[in-house]
């Protein structure tokens, strides 16, 4: 077993003794919490026993004088005492509503360049913005060479937008620790204050405190998360001319719109980002005592001489994934001049996220095979750096769970599926209905399996999680963006799969189709309303929301009469196509039915382990043709044999 490069984990980690007090501990809740409760309960122990013994001690002291132990309080008149009590209650409501609308501190949280651990060679997965970064950092530290010699002018902002998760703020700290200048961390939300005009208080001082450090350091970068909470679009109506299909728009603004506080707020926020080179006390103070003298001067003998104002270098980064909502305004060449987008990383991305995050957890020899680790960051498809992270840690907890002190590949696959789909709930299935999900998973998997060219089968299972009674996972062997006709129609078939095969077996389907059936519409609707894969080329995404029309689009393909016996054909023909597979291969279904009713679950090569016996006990599989069944011509047939 590998351990992970973390002192601490490998002292846990240690001896197999030391493991089972560790996991008994962990799977107890209590190791780490523990320890901090007891650190924390010790200190109020000895804070009050000081506290005791030091009163004592003054008490002692008194009596020893023959004073008593306490001193006795002066002597008031009781309507004093009591116009005391209403001042004070008046002074504490005072109080309370005037501090609060005078709490204009920033929300900012300074932190200094040795403070953060994580550098940009520790940001793994993000090549193309960790590239992007350097060349802004690299004007950024050669700021004055790049103003006075180049005549250019640095960025001023760079706004990151992607999912959550996918390495934002990481990317910003790692920022920080490169260039060596105070960052100063705030999220938008802190910005936002119940009374009104508090909020712009609150950017303005941000500002104010990013400048200063900005003077005192030599720069300063400052990050604002979530910035779509307080930089939203300001109210207005967008419309557009119908002579030039929608190229050109305006907006017009309704009566009363600018003085919310909302779009006060937005206003704030650009004079900022525009004002970052404020003139100094010195310089304002020169700046009056000009205009003063000036007053009482001649025209010719007028002072000129302006002190020239001080350069800030401040660098702003936000974060949102909802850039779509920010005010177009913030985005325009001198605010936010460059925008990053972080997707959820590629295949090759994943695989360097995956040897990362492995090398720190602990994990059983198998996950250290290249193929092994292949296939993973293949299958986690879609999974952003924070998911990934948070997979393996899913991952170790099952394995202490089963009394292992590293995780296994099927403990991740038990991760993901609970991520995914949700727990195992252990229901008690009746023989018929055991017999029924495992007759409608293996009917998909063999389906899949004879249709599904270059995929991977992952999981079959019939165990209940949460509104799944079973469960296909398959995935692509390798990394696909765009898919051909014939492989959409591959994937109805799949989906009818099911289906097909409790007609086959039972005579009728249940209710277990609803889901296939929801996926199958929407890909037969896609097909013929957006893809122009029908008789029309028209696409119905291209109807914009109106009084007529949704943003539906299996709504719009059900809606026109053409379209909706096109798609319809579609699924038709998929599902005899499915009927068929299911007929050539019933060996082979069969003996995935009795596996799942006598394991609940396969995995990976368990699966491909059970077609390939049932295979070779007949050597040959029949499978129609693609183009055959969806034409209703005869069926042709090729040889699955194993390579």
């Given at each position: 077993m590998k351990q992970p490069n973390k002192a601490a984990a490998a002292e846990t980690a240690s001896s197999g003794d030391d493991f089972e007090e560790v996991s008994r501990h962990v799977l107890q809740g209590r190791a780490d919490v523990e320890r901090v409760r007891g650190r924390t309960l010790r200190g109020r122990l000895v804070r009050a026993i000081l506290f005791i013994a030091a009163l004592d001690a003054w008490m002692l002291y008194r009596t020893s004088k023959g004073e008593t132990a306490l001193p006795g309080l002066p002597h008031i008149d009781p309507a004093i005492l009591l116009i005391m009590v209403v001042v004070l209650a008046q002074v504490a409501l005072a109080s309370a509503m005037i501090l609060p609308m005078m709490s204009g501190k920033p929300p900012a949280r300074l932190v200094r360049p040795e403070e953060i651990e994580i550098g940009l060679d520790q940001v793994v997965g993000l090549d193309s913005q960790v590239d992007e970064v350097r060349r802004t950092l690299d004007v950024f530290l050669a700021y004055k060479t790049f103003r006075e010699k180049l005549g250019g002018n640095p960025r001023?902002?760079?706004?990151?937008?992607?999912?959550?998760?996918?390495?934002?703020?990481?990317?910003?700290?790692?920022?920080?620790?490169?260039?060596?200048?105070?960052?100063?961390?705030?999220?938008?939300?802190?910005?936002?204050?119940?009374?009104?005009?508090?909020?712009?208080?609150?950017?303005?001082?941000?500002?104010?405190?990013?400048?200063?450090?900005?003077?005192?350091?030599?720069?300063?970068?400052?990050?604002?998360?979530?910035?779509?909470?307080?930089?939203?679009?300001?109210?207005?109506?967008?419309?557009?001319?119908?002579?030039?299909?929608?190229?050109?728009?305006?907006?017009?603004?309704?009566?009363?719109?600018?003085?919310?506080?909302?779009?006060?707020?937005?206003?704030?926020?650009?004079?900022?980002?525009?004002?970052?080179?404020?003139?100094?006390?010195?310089?304002?103070f020169w700046g009056r005592f000009v205009t003063w003298a000036n007053g009482y001067l001649p025209t010719e003998w007028r002072l000129h001489g302006a002190s020239k104002v001080p350069y800030h270098n401040v660098l702003v980064i936000a974060a949102t994934n909802r850039a779509s909502t920010l005010d177009p305004a913030l985005l325009r060449p001198g605010r936010f001049d460059r925008r990053l987008v972080f997707d959820p990383p590629s295949n090759k991305a994943r695989r360097d996220l995956v040897d990362f995050f492995l090398a720190r957890k602990a994990h059983e020899p198998e996950l250290d095979q290249e193929e092994t680790r292949d296939r993973l960051s293949h299958e986690i498809l879609g999974y952003t750096p924070a998911m990934i992270e948070h997979l393996f840690d899913e991952a170790l907890v099952v394995a202490l769970r089963n009394g292992r002190d590293g995780m296994t590949l099927p403990d991740i696959y038990e991760a993901k599926m609970t991520s995914e789909i949700g727990l195992r709930q252990p229901v008690k299935y009746t023989q018929q209905e055991r017999l029924a999900i495992a007759t409608h998973e293996a009917g998909h998997a063999t389906v899949a399996h004879a249709l599904g060219e270059d995929q991977r089968l992952e999981v079959l299972s019939i165990i209940?999680?949460?509104?799944?009674?079973?469960?296909?996972?398959?995935?692509?062997?390798?990394?696909?963006?765009?898919?051909?006709?014939?492989?959409?129609?591959?994937?109805?078939?799949?989906?009818?799969?099911?289906?097909?095969?409790?007609?086959?077996?039972?005579?009728?389907?249940?209710?277990?189709?609803?889901?296939?059936?929801?996926?199958?519409?929407?890909?037969?609707?896609?097909?013929?309303?957006a893809l122009g894969m029908g008789k029309s080329l028209l696409s119905f995404e291209a109807v914009a929301d109106g009084p007529v029309s949704t943003t539906n689009l299996v709504g719009k393909v059900m809606g026109d009469g053409d379209a909706k016996r096109e798609a319809e054909g579609i699924?038709?023909?998929?599902?005899?196509?499915?009927?068929?597979?299911?007929?050539?291969?019933?060996?082979?279904?069969?003996?995935?039915?009795?596996?799942?009713?006598?394991?609940?679950?396969?995995?990976?090569?368990?699966?491909?382990?059970?077609?390939?016996?049932?295979?070779?006990?007949?050597?040959?599989?029949?499978?129609?043709?693609?183009?055959?069944?969806?034409?209703?011509?005869?069926?042709?047939?090729?040889?699955?044999?194993?390579?």
């Amino acid at each position: 077993m590998k351990q992970p490069n973390k002192a601490a984990a490998a002292e846990t980690a240690s001896s197999g003794d030391d493991f089972e007090e560790v996991s008994r501990h962990v799977l107890q809740g209590r190791a780490d919490v523990e320890r901090v409760r007891g650190r924390t309960l010790r200190g109020r122990l000895v804070r009050a026993i000081l506290f005791i013994a030091a009163l004592d001690a003054w008490m002692l002291y008194r009596t020893s004088k023959g004073e008593t132990a306490l001193p006795g309080l002066p002597h008031i008149d009781p309507a004093i005492l009591l116009i005391m009590v209403v001042v004070l209650a008046q002074v504490a409501l005072a109080s309370a509503m005037i501090l609060p609308m005078m709490s204009g501190k920033p929300p900012a949280r300074l932190v200094r360049p040795e403070e953060i651990e994580i550098g940009l060679d520790q940001v793994v997965g993000l090549d193309s913005q960790v590239d992007e970064v350097r060349r802004t950092l690299d004007v950024f530290l050669a700021y004055k060479t790049f103003r006075e010699k180049l005549g250019g002018n640095p960025r001023r902002g760079v706004l990151f937008e992607g999912p959550p998760g996918t390495g934002k703020t990481y990317l910003a700290k790692a920022m920080a620790k490169r260039a060596g200048v105070p960052f100063l961390f705030a999220s938008a939300s802190q910005f936002q204050n119940v009374y009104f005009g508090m909020t712009q208080v609150r950017i303005r001082r941000f500002f104010k405190k990013l400048r200063k450090a900005a003077m005192k350091e030599g720069g300063a970068i400052g990050f604002i998360e979530e910035i779509d909470s307080i930089g939203g679009t300001r109210g207005g109506v967008a419309t557009s001319s119908p002579l030039d299909g929608g190229l050109s728009s305006r907006t017009v603004s309704w009566f009363g719109n600018m003085n919310s506080d909302g779009a006060g707020i937005v206003n704030e926020l650009l004079v900022q980002m525009q004002s970052f080179d404020d003139p100094g006390r010195w310089s304002r103070f020169w700046g009056r005592f000009v205009t003063w003298a000036n007053g009482y001067l001649p025209t010719e003998w007028r002072l000129h001489g302006a002190s020239k104002v001080p350069y800030h270098n401040v660098l702003v980064i936000a974060a949102t994934n909802r850039a779509s909502t920010l005010d177009p305004a913030l985005l325009r060449p001198g605010r936010f001049d460059r925008r990053l987008v972080f997707d959820p990383p590629s295949n090759k991305a994943r695989r360097d996220l995956v040897d990362f995050f492995l090398a720190r957890k602990a994990h059983e020899p198998e996950l250290d095979q290249e193929e092994t680790r292949d296939r993973l960051s293949h299958e986690i498809l879609g999974y952003t750096p924070a998911m990934i992270e948070h997979l393996f840690d899913e991952a170790l907890v099952v394995a202490l769970r089963n009394g292992r002190d590293g995780m296994t590949l099927p403990d991740i696959y038990e991760a993901k599926m609970t991520s995914e789909i949700g727990l195992r709930q252990p229901v008690k299935y009746t023989q018929q209905e055991r017999l029924a999900i495992a007759t409608h998973e293996a009917g998909h998997a063999t389906v899949a399996h004879a249709l599904g060219e270059d995929q991977r089968l992952e999981v079959l299972s019939i165990i209940k999680r949460q509104a799944s009674l079973g469960l296909l996972a398959r995935s692509d062997t390798e990394e696909r963006f765009t898919r051909s006709r014939s492989e959409l129609e591959a994937s109805i078939a799949i989906a009818l799969g099911g289906m097909a095969a409790e007609e086959a077996y039972f005579g009728e389907s249940g209710t277990g189709p609803s889901g296939d059936l929801t996926t199958a519409t929407q890909l037969a609707a896609t097909m013929i309303g957006a893809l122009g894969m029908g008789k029309s080329l028209l696409s119905f995404e291209a109807v914009a929301d109106g009084p007529v029309s949704t943003t539906n689009l299996v709504g719009k393909v059900m809606g026109d009469g053409d379209a909706k016996r096109e798609a319809e054909g579609i699924l038709t023909a998929q599902k005899e196509r499915a009927l068929e597979v299911i007929a050539a291969n019933r060996d082979v279904l069969e003996a995935l039915r009795d596996a799942l009713v006598g394991r609940d679950e396969l995995i990976g090569d368990e699966i491909t382990d059970v077609i390939w016996k049932a295979i070779r006990a007949r050597n040959v599989v029949v499978v129609p043709d693609a183009r055959s069944a969806a034409e209703g011509s005869k069926v042709s047939s090729r040889l699955l044999v194993e390579e």
